[in-house]
């Protein structure tokens, strides 16, 4: 007879694997079924959802095009997972994995329940939150949870080969956006000191996250070596930023005080400034072109900026511009950001029909490019979600569930506001920087919730 202990068989070698093979088969359905529901707005759409970066990501997969105002590595991302090529490839692969993620969580927070009870969880947060939108982007956005999430699971994962895994899915994950190493970074260093703080709780991992950072500052350092001969983390990082001081202001004040003194070229342009950075870098013939574009542009710029740090006055509208802009950006939820129709004439409809142009016909009929897509219900929803997420979390943090999971909570708000102060501050403050990640939140706090009111009504032991 067999042996059984937790429901395997333990001195049954041939059941023992036949059970094994089940479990990991229905584990792998899990996963696709997870994977199809964080792909809804795709399939509602008929076509992966198309931004004004998607182009620039295919010129890298499939020309080895590499331009100086992003990583390399999403780009090498589609590639990859293409196995022919059509544009559902990327957006399928990463929702795998994001459903792995998700699941492989679940199951850490709650152990030995109902199977699928993942699914149950994937559902919700495709309903309540934006992540159907990001997963659905042919961009390296949804990346920037895939880093949270392969982090916390590293946290938490007690078996060294899947420790290792998970850390190797976060620095590929860091690898595909600038502003994700420059959060990793942020939110290390602050992981640190609350783990010092709280007996040194995760001290270890907090730290080799932070190494893991550095190692991919490094590698994204020699990718621009490789790919445009300068060893730099940003190439482009003077226009960013230029466009930031757009936004906020600071450029014109700026102008207006030193153009009496200073012969520079944007001193033509000062009193017709646009209002919003992502005009000022990508209107065609506007300022930003006509005062040198990417490349000849760098000298001016990072003088301008360099200035700016080291005179007090602007020196503080940097850090106030800085904090309010991470204080606005935390709140958004706003999912309809860069997805405009890319119809015929577009950069992005060029590169799709250059690459792919048997998906053209299917790119044509899709919702986005008839602005059949409605994003002001769903956003709304979303920030209710975020606020009443936010209620949840504090509730936890003063529960009885263990300290470890109070710990969690706090980690993913961290990672959420490290995330909007780098975006705020380098870049811009707009939704979709923020919806990206504030996701995974509501998703924490519902799994962390559920297992609690379990634990309370004498199902579980309260974690």
């Known amino acids: 007879m067999c042996v059984y202990t937790d429901g395997l068989p333990q001195n049954c070698f041939i059941l023992h694997y036949i059970l094994s093979d089940l479990t990991h088969l229905r584990k792998a359905i899990y996963v696709l079924i997870g994977a199809i529901l964080l792909l809804a707005i795709a399939l509602i759409n008929t076509y992966p959802l198309i931004t004004q970066d998607t182009g620039a990501y295919l010129n890298m997969a499939y020309a080895w095009f590499f331009p100086s105002d992003r990583p390399a590595f999403y780009g090498v991302f589609i590639k990859f997972v293409s196995i022919t090529k059509s ?74 080969l899947k420790r290792i895994g998970f850390l190797l899915v976060a620095f590929f994950a860091l690898l595909t956006h600038n502003s994700n190493t420059l959060t990793m970074l942020c939110f290390s260093t602050l992981f640190i000191g609350v783990s010092w703080l709280n007996s040194k709780l995760y001290l270890r991992q907090s730290v080799t996250l932070f190494i893991v950072a550095l190692f991919s500052f490094g590698a994204q350092c020699t990718s621009n070596l490789v790919t445009n001969d300068e060893f730099t983390f940003s190439k482009q990082g003077h226009v960013f930023f230029m466009g930031k001081m757009v936004e906020s202001g600071i450029l014109k004040s700026y102008l207006d005080e030193h153009c009496v003194t200073e012969n520079y070229r944007l001193c033509a342009f000062k009193d017709s400034l646009p209002p919003y950075a992502a005009d000022f870098i990508w209107q065609e013939g506007k300022a930003f072109h006509k005062t040198g574009g990417w490349h000849a542009s760098k000298p001016e710029y990072v003088k301008i900026i360099k200035s700016t740090f080291t005179e007090t006055k602007y020196l503080k509208l940097h850090i106030r511009e800085s904090v309010l802009g991470t204080f606005e950006q935390v709140t958004l939820t706003y999912v309809g950001d860069l997805l405009y129709p890319f119809t015929k004439g577009t950069h992005p409809y060029k590169l799709v029909k250059k690459w792919l142009p048997n998906s053209i016909p299917y790119m044509i009929q899709a919702k986005q490019q008839h602005n059949q897509l409605s994003f002001r219900l769903v956003s709304a929803i979303y920030a209710w979600t975020l606020f009443i997420s936010f209620l949840c979390a504090l509730i936890l943090l003063f529960s009885s569930i263990d300290r470890r999971y109070k710990m969690l909570i706090g980690l993913v708000i961290i990672f959420i506001v490290s995330n909007a102060f780098v975006t705020a501050t380098f870049a811009n403050v707009i939704g979709r920087l923020n919806a990206r990640v504030v996701w995974v939140l509501p998703f924490i706090a519902s799994v962390l919730a559920w297992q609690w009111i379990q634990g309370k009504r004498g199902h579980k032991k309260p974690i």
């Open 87 to 160: 544009i559902w490839w990327p957006v399928i692969a990463q929702s795998v994995l994001l459903s792995y993620l998700m699941l492989e969580l679940v199951e850490k927070l709650i152990p030995r329940n109902k199977a699928g009870i993942g699914i149950v969880f994937i559902g919700l947060v495709v309903l309540l939150t934006p992540v159907t939108w990001i997963a659905s982007q042919i961009t390296a956005d949804i990346f920037t949870a895939i880093t949270l999430l392969a982090s916390l699971l590293f946290i938490l994962e007690s078996n060294n």
